[in-house]
């Protein structure tokens, strides 16, 4: 498996909406710490993003009851992401100010994001790169890039809390071409999904999140 980089915070802005909203709080309601697996973290934003959703959900947690795991195969993207260095993320002023300190290259986060969060090397081809249980699965516009991305869904879905989600990007999925002919509003009805998604999970929240499919 191949390795590639796109990271930005908040990328896709509605799908962390939801998230935010929606998921996060459900589970910041039970006495379970929420554990977020970014699958592909690249240089550590979509981690610290999570982390910041999670600290916002359960402001008056103790210490551990939020944790966010972050992976990818490049071990250069994730010896970034450790040193968690940021020249201008686009976090939005409050945030910016909360979340945020000065550091000589620009900004980090505050030492209670960053004691959220730890990095590793990991392959998705590999079984034991996946953590247990998991509340949160971040794979997004990773499957695209495999051989089997049925494999890694099921192993996804085995991490999974009961009351987990997993969440894919945009390019997980096939839209159709339509030369010559408007974008439709409804293009998501439209996609395909990748082999093995819709065997094993349910729309849920938002188009890019996804509840395990309950035995029927």
């Not at 939801?18 to 550590?44: D, F, K």
């Not at 790169?129 to 494999?151: C, E, F, K, M």
């Not at 989600?165 to 071409?177: A, H, I, N, Y």
């Not at 996609?191 to 093995?196: C, H, I, K, L, N």
Request: aromatic residues 8%; hydrophobic residues 40%; contains cysteine.
């Amino acid at each position: 498996m191949r390795s590639t980089l796109t990271t930005a915070f908040f990328r896709t802005p509605d799908m962390w909406r939801a998230l935010e909203a929606e998921v996060l709080p459900a589970m910041a309601t039970t006495a379970r710490p929420t554990v977020v697996w970014s699958a592909g973290c690249g240089t550590g934003e979509e981690a610290y993003t999570a982390a910041i959703l999670l600290a916002e959900s359960r402001p008056d947690a103790p210490r551990g009851q939020g944790q966010v795991i972050g992976t990818d195969l490049d071990p250069k993207w994730v010896a970034r992401a450790r040193l968690g260095v940021f020249a201008d993320p686009a976090v939005g002023a409050d945030r910016l100010e909360r979340w945020f300190e000065p550091h000589p290259r620009g900004v980090r986060p505050v030492k209670r994001l960053r004691s959220m969060v730890r990095f590793k090397v990991g392959d998705l081809l590999r079984p034991e790169t996946y953590p247990h249980p998991v509340g949160v699965v971040l794979l997004r516009n990773v499957l695209w890039h495999l051989q089997d991305p049925a494999a890694v869904l099921r192993r996804a879905r085995s991490c999974l809390r009961p009351d987990g989600r997993l969440v894919l990007g945009g390019s997980d999925f096939r839209l159709p071409e339509l030369p010559g002919r408007p974008v439709p509003a409804d293009m998501f009805k439209l996609r395909t999904a990748p082999p093995g998604l819709l065997e094993l999970f349910d729309e849920a929240e938002h188009p890019l999140v996804f509840a395990p499919r309950r035995a029927r």
